[in-house]
Every structure is written in C-alpha cells, then in structure tokens.
C-alpha cells in the first residue's frame, strides 16, 4: 500500500515537471540577403537552395533581395522593407545568411546542415499557426497568425514584436532578372505587415494565444499570384533572438484562372534609317483551362498606343498570334511592350512567363545635326541618353551618363576632375564577357572640313586577372550599314591607373588622358556616324568625356590674311568669362558670333560693326556648359576659334 502510494506521487510529480517545462518544436527562420547582379550569389545561391529543400521541415526561409552590387526588379519593386531589414543586422555583403536572428552564418556557401540541426534543436516555449488565403479576384491576400505560449510560465521578453511578410514562394524567371545567369528565385520577400517594425507581442500567460489578422491590397508588381505565401516570426530587437517561426506555403493555381504566355514577334526598322515598326506578340494557353477572350496592350516608349481585344477559343497548349498595324518610329530608342491586361475577363495569374515582353529598336536621323560634335554631357541627365546619340546594348544598365552621386563618389568624375559628368562603361559588375554597348552618334556633315579629327578624354582601369575589356571606335557612311574601325584598345593599352581590384571611379586630374584619332579620311563626307563600342572583360570601369570631332571650316578661310593668326580667345576652358582678342590690318565691317557645337547661334558679340586697323577685345559671358565655335568674320573672310566652358 505505502509502495504504490509513493509510486503515484512520483508519477503526479513527473506529470507537473513535463507541464512546467512543456516546449514546442521549433522552425528555423532562414534569412538570406542576395541580388540578382551578384555573381558570388548566383555561384553559391543553388547549393544553398538545395540545401534548404532537403531541411525544409525544419526550415522556414526569407529572402531579401538588396539593391547592390547591380540591378534587381525586386529590390526596386519594395526597397523600403528592404532597407529596413539590410539596418536591423547591418548587412554590408551578400551574399549574407542570418539563422535565427542571431547567427551571421556568413555566405550562402558557408551555410551548414549542421548549423541548421543546431538551431532546430534549441527548445521554444511559443507555438505558432500561420495561414492565408486570396479574395476571388486574387486582389487581396488575407493572413492570419496565431502565436501561443505552451509552457507553464508566462512569456514576456519586453521589446519583443511579430513580424509578418507576403512572399513569393517559386520566381523562375524566363531570363535572367540581372546581370548573372541566376533565374531561379525562392521564398522572395515582397512586403512586411504591418511594417518591417512588426506588431508588439503582448505577454502570455501559460496557454494563452495572440492573434493578427491582415488585409492587404496586393500591389501591381506580384509576378504569380499562384506562388503567394506567408512568413511569419518571433523576434526580440535588440538581442535579435528569434523565438519561433512558421510559413503558410503557396496554393497553387486559383481555380477557374486562366495564363497566358508571351513571345515577342514584332517586324522592327532593318537599318538605323529604316523607320517601319510592326508590333507583334504570340500568345500560348499555359493553363489547363480554355481561354476565349484577353485584352493585349501595346505600349510605345511606355504610352498605351492600341489594344487588341480577342476572342475566340484557344485550347491549353494552343497559341495565336496577334500584329498590330504597321507605325512610323522616330530617330533614337524605341521600345515596345505588350502587356497582358486580362484573360477570361480575369487577371493572369502568372506574369513570369510574359516578362519577356518588351524588346528596343534603335534608329538614328536622316539629315545630319551638325558639321561638328563637342559632347561634355553636363547638360544630360543621369542614366539616360545624350542627345543626338542612341545607347545600344546587350545589357541596357552597363553605359550611361552618371555624376560622382551615382557611383557613390565625392568630387568631380568628368575629365580631368574639372566637370561633375562623363559616360561610364560599368566592366565591373559585367560578368557577360563578350557582349558590348556602343554610343552612336547621329551623323555629322563634313563636307566643308579638312583635316577632322576625334578627339576625347578618358580614364580607365585594369582588374587583375581579368579582362581584356575593350574600347573600340567605328564610322560609318552608309547609316550604319557597315562600319569601317578607326581605334581599338585593350587594358594596358589604353590603362590611364595601376589595375585595381577595387572599384574604379577617377578623382583626380592625373588619372585622366586623351586620345585623338585621325579621320581626314572622311574629309567631304555628306554624312559621318561615330561609334563608340565596349566590350566587356569583366574588368574595371571606363569613363569618357569631352568627345570631340573637329576640322578646319574650308569655306572660312581668311584668304587675304586679314585675320590669320591675329584671333585668340582665352581662357581655354573657360568658365565665368571667355575674352575674344583680335586684329585687323585695316578698317574693316566685323562679325563676331557664337555658335554652339549644333551650329545654334547662342550669342553675337559684334553685327556688322566698322572697327578701325589694330587690337580689338570681346568678352562673353557664357550661360551653359559645353563646346562652342566663335567666329570673328570681315567682308574678305573669317576664323573660328573653339572653346570649351565647364561652369
């Protein structure tokens, strides 16, 4: 008797202690910051990936897709949450993987199934249940989270809140969304709810649960509504410690929704003075289910120009193909793309395979804009196109017009550190070996020059090892039609600095050098364009400033010597002030007047004045940057005199 009394006090005692320190099963929270542009993430983000896969019981992972070292969408599409969560750890490097808030695990490399085990069996006292849903339009996600204390003592760790993110669970991209080959993409956060600062956590009593619920209006940029999921976790800021975590997976496909994929098929301008376009797109039934309407737009330059609103039946697997009539384009970029703007009468629930739905045509003008070019490019915006040039590249993000800001200098980057612009060659973060941009001019008339010549500044850097990076410059006297090689340079040919492993951007004088190229070849050429090309190397950058063609004026010819050799005009640059000093050999009539490098006049300094024999001085005041011609003229002939001016 006295036995099994104390067999049943040992047996009520056991029962107390394992409620008193009941625990729950943990889920790992994996959080892993990368980029689309980065070539150590895409080398190691596909045995990280696997590695998940083969845990994923045991895991619950989160991705944030950062805004260096190149371009991502995704990043772009919520950087704001995603700032927030690059501070919370101060990620300074991706690839970069946290596990549980408080484990920098390094590289999405370094990550190992024992780290993860480790973590998966550190106990938890709180138990989370996290699932979703999509209204029937597929317009809002709705999230609920359930967080409940299991244990036999109260949790209350203060400043300790519950995040919640939507993510996509499966992006596979149809070509890759950056500058690697990397297009497969997994568990992609696209927004935290409330905020990235999350919903403070009440304190729990033993037992007791803490509910959120959310609505959320789902933005444009959701790329498959039939991947959107949840993620959801315990965190307490300041120590980091993630408590528990839990992941509502994606649904699948909604029913009674259709997809539709997308081909480019439009018949674009053959030559760069070839100016017919006819848009075109083919459409494939991607879904198990009859499509028989959708409404396809097609956008020029981003305007909506038509819409083409079908119906019929198109059977799964089947496809039709949709021309738009035939348009005129103008000189410069033209982009078209088509956007799939309902199927059924129902939003398409997968975009990923109609990302590919934009395509460029570039075509230069007929007539020639100038006799000369003198590009500083002070007067262009960052990041876009110089007038009377097209940027034409295998990767639109690797040339373009940037000041010190955009690449994250200080100082000046134009030529010589004495201009805040040059156009940029970005080799650094070009991993695709072989492929090229090219600047090219609208074409210029040398008929009544001799002697032309091209002349410009520059800066460029090696990277070890890597390489060779290439500059090379081309003409052409048919629009394009064929082009004939004036200069081509590599690495330490045209190396202005000792090669560098680190990102080069000039901020000096003494890193800059010029190159001048000879085309009197070309002297009397009704039409001339210029091309500039590079070619990636995965190397180090190159910058370009001051691109000049220049040759003497043939019918400006001061043929009796009454101005040969007496025209100076000084500071050369200049910049408040430019001083025009001239002489005559006797009374004359005198024009003087300034032209800019398209040939505008901008300012005229003497009209038709009757000077007498001697010195004479002009003064101008120049309001802009860039190349201009002063031309100080008699009834007997003339002299033109370049200057450039930095303000």
Request: aromatic residues 10%; contains cysteine; proline residues 5%.
């Amino acid at each position: 008797m006295n036995k099994m009394r104390a067999f049943l006090l040992v047996a009520s005692l056991l029962l107390v202690q394992n409620f008193a320190f009941a625990q729950a099963q943990r889920r790992v929270l994996i959080e892993h910051y990368t980029q689309a542009s980065c070539g150590p993430c895409a080398a190691q983000n596909p045995a990280f990936n696997t590695l998940l896969f083969n845990n994923w019981d045991k895991v619950v992972p989160l991705k944030y897709q950062v805004w260096w070292p190149g371009y991502d969408p995704m990043y772009d599409q919520n950087p704001d949450d995603v700032d927030a969560r690059v501070a919370y750890y101060g990620v300074t490097g991706v690839p970069n993987v946290r596990i549980d808030g408080t484990l920098d695990a390094g590289t999405s490399g370094s990550v190992t199934a024992t780290q993860i085990n480790n973590a998966y069996a550190v106990t938890t006292p709180l138990e989370m249940e996290l699932i979703h849903s999509l209204s029937a339009d597929l317009s809002t996600i709705y999230i609920n989270c359930v967080v409940t204390n299991v244990s036999a003592e109260t949790f209350d760790v203060a400043n300790t809140v519950v995040r919640v993110a939507v993510m996509e669970q499966e992006l596979i991209f149809p070509e890759p969304p950056g500058s690697t080959d990397e297009v497969d993409f997994y568990n992609v956060m696209r927004k935290m709810l409330p905020s990235p600062d999350g919903t403070p956590l009440t304190a729990l009593a033993a037992g007791e649960s803490f509910e959120l619920n959310f609505e959320y209006a789902l933005p444009d940029y959701i790329y498959r509504y039939d991947q959107l999921g949840a993620v959801a976790f315990v965190q307490t800021n300041g120590s980091r410690v993630v408590h528990q975590a839990a992941m509502s997976e994606a649904l699948g496909a909604p029913a009674g929704f259709a997809d539709l994929g997308l081909e480019l098929a439009s018949s674009g301008p053959e030559s760069y003075c070839d100016y017919a376009l006819i848009p075109g797109a083919n459409l494939v039934n991607d879904s198990e289910l009859e499509v028989t309407s959708f409404d396809l737009e097609l956008l020029i330059n981003g305007e909506v120009a038509a819409t083409e609103n079908w119906t019929g039946s198109l059977m799964p697997g089947m496809s039709t193909n949709v021309t738009f009539p035939e348009m005129a384009v103008e000189p410069g970029e033209t982009e078209v793309e088509f956007n799939i703007a309902a199927v059924n009468g129902n939003v398409d629930y997968n975009r990923m395979n109609e990302l590919v739905n934009t395509e460029s045509f570039y075509t230069l003008s007929e007539e020639p804009f100038a006799e000369e070019i003198a590009e500083s490019f002070e007067m262009t915006p960052n990041l876009t196109t110089p007038v009377h040039t097209i940027i034409e590249s295998n990767d639109p993000l690797r040339m373009g017009v940037i000041n010190a800001a955009v690449v994250g200098a200080t100082g000046q980057v134009g030529a010589y550190a004495a201009s805040s612009k040059s156009i940029m060659v970005d080799f650094y973060q070009w991993s695709g070996v072989g492929e090229q941009c090219h600047l090219v001019f609208d074409k210029i008339d040398l008929t009544n020059r001799a002697d032309s010549r091209l002349r410009f500044d520059y800066a460029f850097a090696n990277y070890p090892g890597f390489g060779p990076d290439r500059l090379t410059i081309a003409v052409s006297t048919d629009c394009g039609e064929s082009w004939t090689q004036v200069f081509t340079g590599t690495n330490n040919e045209i190396a202005t600095v000792a090669a560098s492993t680190a990102y080069f951007v000039p901020t000096s004088a003494a890193q800059w050098d010029s190159i001048s190229v000879d085309l009197s070849a070309y002297d009397g050429a009704e039409e001339l364009n210029i091309r500039f090309t590079g070619q990636s190397g995965y190397g180090n950058n190159l910058f370009m400033d001051n691109i000049e063609v220049t040759g003497t004026i043939i019918n400006a010819v001061d043929e009796p010597g009454l101005l040969a050799n007496k025209v100076s005009t000084y500071p050369n640059p200049a910049s408040d002030l430019v001083t025009v000093d001239f002489q005559l050999v006797e009374n004359s009539a005198v024009n003087v007047s300034v032209y800019d490098a398209a040939g505008k006049l901008v300012a005229t300094l003497a009209n038709n004045s009757n000077m007498i024999a001697g010195d004479h001085r002009l003064t101008w005041a120049p309001a802009l940057s860039g190349l201009y011609l002063i031309r100080v003229a008699t009834e007997n002939g003339a002299v033109t005199e370049r200057v450039s001016v930095i303000r």
